[in-house]
């Protein structure tokens, strides 16, 4: 069997195959979606809704990490704060987003 060439009834069959997936529109749809971008997918994060329990946890490891690292002033709680801050932040806002709507 040569490698470089199908032949003619492998080529048919491969023909047909294309053009059957060709005509598929969600199939082409869900392609394209599937193509990476250089922009983060956002839909993502705005669908986030937190539970309650999950802030309560976040804001007490922020509170815990915030008193800590006053009264040690070490880099590395410091830093743990300055990322799990933005996070709390975000969360407690859809929770009381979620809240708000009803």
Not at 22 to 31: F, G, K, W
Not at 36 to 49: A, F, G, I, K
Not at 68 to 73: K, R, Y
């Amino acid at each position: 069997m040569s490698i470089d060439r199908l032949s003619d009834h492998e080529q048919r069959v491969l023909d047909e195959v294309e053009r059957a997936l060709s005509r598929d529109r969600r199939l082409d749809r869900r392609l394209r979606t599937l193509r990476l971008s250089r922009r983060p997918d956002l839909t993502q994060l705005v669908s986030y809704r937190p539970r309650t329990l999950t802030v309560l946890l976040l804001l007490a490891l922020s509170v815990t990490l915030l008193v800590t690292g006053i009264a040690t002033s070490a880099p590395g709680v410091i830093w743990a704060f300055a990322a799990v801050w933005p996070v709390t932040l975000f969360a407690s806002f859809r929770l009381l987003c979620r809240w708000s709507e009803g």
